[in-house]
């Protein structure tokens, strides 16, 4: 149970760092969805299911679109 | 996107996502669940619908006019909700008290307020994503 | 100083969400790139929810749904929760918000570099 | 050169934050100050006050309905901030639109 | 008793006639001016009653839905928030007036109902702020109030609008982010999220937890510091305030700001309380950063040419004044920062409109081609020239008043030498602002006008803003009798 939560904390912030090296604007967009997939499986482990839910919905689900959307009406790479 | 293999797997799947989303709002009080993620996960519905059909299909499940209707009519609602237990004489936003009928605890039917302002909040919500991806998409 | 590893173990979820809204913040103060400064930012609100959920959270309870057939229970507070819940609207007000601000900079500029813009703004203002 | 710079003030930030660690309630404990009258309050009488199993539910409707109403009143405000910058087009109907609306 | 309940009709006739606007499908005209100021009228007859209230009556608390604090939300109504929800609806009326002419010229007109949406939620979200007892409720209007408040300078849809905007959105969102890492501090140490209940709890805490007190203030002050524009976190206020629209200006220097410099004073004296402020060595701090930003405010002003951008930097300058009284951590201290953030919107907003009724007419915003302009535009002028006199501290005039009272908290605090900074910027300010009015009335040229005539609506609603600073510099004690008296409950809880 901790381990996990070790586990998951470890790999957020693993993630948060390779969106912030990540060149390719929509590969970091795309690790920041499994980032906020990885934070809603955290708090259902903290016992927040309703956060988790909605996180997952909302965090992941229309944030990943709307970033993907942009993406595609402006440029792909950062210089 | 004019692949059919998308399509037919959206027309399939868009009932379950959407019949999915009113069950969380609808059972926001009983379960995980709300009027924000219930609502999120109906617009997921319509911009899956959106993504695989186009922009102009997607539009017409939900034009503009009917969705800003829908969001200005969410917080009115909502005020008027509230008013109602001024008009009582307590405060504003007032429940129990105010006589909204309570029912039995673990029904859909119950805890007065709470249900009614979740569906109507949950609606506003899903117009409002599906807005927001579609202003989003729309080109110049 | 010297590391004491159950501190840690013990209070990784703290831990966590600092290193995250420090990375967060150093994404957004860097990166010239707009759409990078918006992820920033929403890895800097996840990462002050992380810390919300943190401080509800207690060991060995259960999520704040009553069961009558159960009976007594402990669960974990519920008040950080629901503000969270709140919070993450906010949050993606904002970040539509900020992402229609770039489409339009886009429009306008050309880019969504913060320099090449800078750039771009200096020549103007020299002819 | 800014890089850096900006690298080494959050560097001091977090050694300040993660330093503090030790000072802080330890997490997960029920004795921590957080959870005092208020949280009990919520878990003891919250189904009875709303009759909403979902104590969440019971805040953010009920306990807490004004903030919801904030809540509610930023996500309008987020979209009329979109559609002042960006603008709504309307689609005018034509026939062609109606049929791609049968089969959709 | 039907006026325990005024601070929520005020709220819900402003959120409720935004929410309505965006169904107008008729092109924007004169009923729809006429039903925005019939509420906005109302709104001023509300809040005048709740004024007469709390005045006669005492201050209360509001609670929602039968809870009482702690549990619930809660307002308190006080009589410094009745006040200055007075102040923040006859502002915004009298900004309206003027913003209905001038805005054809500076928005498309399809935005005209989008701008008032969003002006009407971001009263709403202001005076939230002001009653607000709770810190959570305060988030969730501080992040409404920022994301109107970008919205309503992005709106002109100009390329350099267009950056500003991002610079303030990106700039206030971290700000707001950081305020909720204090607000989870805080929340983390108490368990509550009423500002009394938390200022009942903080002396037990505050022996042991300090580092978490110390560290959420950190948070606290640097957040709302972003946000209110202090010195070293000014770097987006020029540009925004200064490429906004006029009317749009004038209500970001005017209230905006003046909601989150309120915010930090119910943070500092009603939340943490005085006593820890001074402990920790919050003042000093403030007092460093107010003294930085009264003096580097104005040197920046200084050395700009357009008339808008020297006004913005004025604002940190001005800001600055009310940080000074902040930071004294005494009453008279308080007290004259709750004057000069009333005094200050009056002032600001007249040179706002006043500066933008001349760039209306003349199309010229650089501030050494004004010579003679005080011919053309008797009325603007005068209106700049009280506000100018206002900004230096001529007596007579409000901005003189509330550095008045300054001097005296100065005196009272025990910082003599804090004087010399006051009198220095002011200095300061004669020298950015007085050439211009010199050079305004020194010589009559002949001016080129970019339009035939300013709107009488402009005209009117800009000379009663100058008129009020001039009141309420002859009647300070009005408003000072008020503010003293909240001053002595909002320490005192």
């Given at each position: 149970m901790q381990i996990l939560n070790v586990f998951l904390v470890i790999f957020l912030i693993v993630a948060a760092i390779m969106v912030e090296r990540t060149k390719d604007l929509l590969s970091a967009v795309i690790i920041f969805t499994s980032y906020s997939l990885m934070m809603a499986l955290l708090w259902l482990l903290l016992r927040a299911p309703d956060v988790a839910m909605t996180e997952a919905a909302i965090g992941a689900g229309i944030t990943t679109n709307l970033f993907v959307v942009v993406i595609s009406r402006t440029r792909r790479t950062e210089k | 996107m004019d692949d059919l293999f998308v399509r037919i797997t959206t027309r399939m799947i868009l009932p379950f996502i959407q019949i999915y989303g009113l069950y969380v709002i609808i059972h926001g009080h009983l379960s995980p669940g709300g009027a924000f993620s219930g609502g999120s996960i109906f617009a997921a519905s319509i911009v899956l619908y959106t993504l695989a059909y186009g922009l102009k299909p997607g539009q017409k499940r939900l034009p503009h006019h009917i969705s800003s209707k829908i969001e200005t009519g969410g917080i009115l609602f909502f005020i008027l909700i509230g008013l109602i237990g001024v008009a009582l004489g307590y405060t504003f936003l007032t429940n129990q008290e105010a006589g909204f009928p309570m029912g039995e605890i673990g029904r859909v039917l119950s805890a007065g307020l709470i249900p009614v302002v979740t569906f109507a909040l949950g609606l506003k919500v899903m117009s409002t994503v599906v807005t927001l991806f579609h202003t989003m998409m729309e080109e110049e | 100083m010297n590391l004491n590893i159950d501190l840690i173990v013990n209070n990784i979820n703290y831990i966590g969400a600092m290193i995250l809204f420090v990375i967060g913040l150093y994404t957004v103060l860097t990166h010239p790139n707009l759409i990078k400064k918006v992820i920033g930012l929403n890895i800097m609100e996840t990462a002050i929810f992380l810390f919300f959920v943190s401080i509800g959270y207690v060991q060995g309870a259960v999520a704040p749904i009553v069961n009558p057939e159960t009976g007594e229970q402990m669960f974990v507070n519920p008040l950080p929760s629901a503000m969270i819940l709140t919070g993450i609207v906010v949050a993606i007000s904002i970040t539509a918000f900020a992402l229609s601000l770039i489409v339009k900079i886009h429009a306008a500029y050309g880019t969504i570099e913060l320099d090449e813009i800078m750039k771009i703004r200096s020549v103007e203002l020299d002819d | 050169m800014r890089k850096i710079f900006t690298f080494i003030m959050l560097g001091g930030l977090l050694v300040v934050l993660l330093s503090s660690i030790s000072e802080l309630p330890p997490m997960?404990?029920?004795?921590?100050?957080?959870?005092?009258e208020i949280s009990e309050y919520y878990i003891d009488e919250g189904v009875e006050d709303t009759h909403a199993p979902n104590l969440i539910t019971a805040i953010i409707t009920d306990y807490r309905a004004f903030d919801t109403l904030g809540e509610a009143t930023v996500l309008f405000t987020g979209i009329a901030a979109v559609v002042s910058l960006i603008g709504i087009t309307h689609h005018s109907k034509n026939k062609e639109d109606e049929e791609d609306d049968l089969h959709g | 008793m039907i006026s325990y309940h005024f601070p929520v009709f005020i709220l819900m006739l402003l959120l409720g006639f935004a929410v309505v606007i965006p169904l107008h499908r008729k092109p924007f005209g004169k009923s729809f001016v006429v039903k925005m100021f019939s509420v906005l009228g109302l709104a001023f007859i509300l809040a005048f009653a709740e004024l007469l209230v709390v005045i006669y009556g005492e201050a209360y608390s509001y609670t929602f839905g039968s809870y009482q604090g702690g549990i619930g939300i809660e307002f308190l109504v006080d009589e410094f928030s009745a006040l200055m929800t007075l102040v923040v609806i006859t502002l915004s009326i009298l900004i309206l007036a003027y913003s209905v002419k001038d805005l054809e010229h500076e928005i498309a007109s399809s935005k005209m109902y989008s701008y008032y949406t969003l002006v009407f939620l971001m009263l709403f979200s202001i005076i939230g702020m002001i009653f607000t007892n709770d810190i959570f409720n305060l988030y969730v209007f501080v992040e409404a109030l920022s994301i109107t408040s970008v919205a309503i300078i992005a709106i002109k849809n100009k390329k350099d609008t267009l950056m500003a905007s991002m610079k303030y959105l990106l700039m206030g969102a971290i700000g707001s982010v950081t305020v909720l890492m204090g607000f989870a501090l805080i929340y983390m140490v108490t368990g509550h999220l009423n500002m009394s209940l938390i200022f009942a709890e903080i002396n037990e805490v505050w022996e042991q937890y300090p580092i978490n007190i110390l560290l959420a203030m950190g948070f606290i002050l640097t957040g709302f510091g972003i946000k209110a524009a202090i010195f070293p976190l000014h770097n987006w206020l020029p540009d925004a305030h200064s490429s906004a629209p006029t009317p749009s200006s004038a209500l970001l220097s005017g209230l905006v700001v003046k909601a989150y410099v309120f915010s930090i004073a119910k943070m500092m004296y009603r939340v943490i309380g005085q006593e820890i402020t001074i402990n920790i060595g919050i003042s000093d701090y403030i007092l460093v950063f107010a003294v930085l930003s009264m003096v580097m405010g104005s040197l920046f002003a200084l050395s700009q040419t357009d008339i808008k951008r020297r006004l913005a930097y004025s604002s940190v300058a001005q800001i600055g004044y009310i940080f000074l009284g902040l930071g004294l951590g005494t009453e008279l201290g308080l007290s004259a920062a709750l004057f000069h953030v009333i005094s200050h919107a009056f002032m600001k907003s007249a040179l706002f409109l006043s500066a933008g009724s001349i760039i209306y007419y003349t199309g010229n915003r650089n501030v050494r081609k004004m010579d003679g302009i005080g011919y053309k535009m008797p009325i603007t002028m005068a209106v700049f020239t009280i506000g100018v006199l206002g900004m230096i501290g001529i007596p007579g005039t409000s901005g003189f008043m509330s550095k008045w009272y300054l001097g005296l908290a100065v005196l009272d605090g025990g910082h003599p030498e804090l004087l010399i900074v006051i009198l220095l910027s002011s200095f300061l300010n004669a020298l950015y602002y007085l050439p211009v009015v010199v050079s305004a009335f020194l010589r009559e040229t002949p001016l080129e006008m970019h339009r035939s005539s300013l709107p009488q609506s402009m005209k009117i609603s800009m000379a009663v803003v100058g008129l009020g600073s001039v009141v309420i510099g002859f009647y300070p004690s009005m408003i000072m009798n008020i503010i003293e008296a909240a001053v002595s409950t909002f320490i005192g809880i």
């Open positions: - | - | - | 997960g404990n029920g004795d921590n100050p957080s959870f005092n | -």
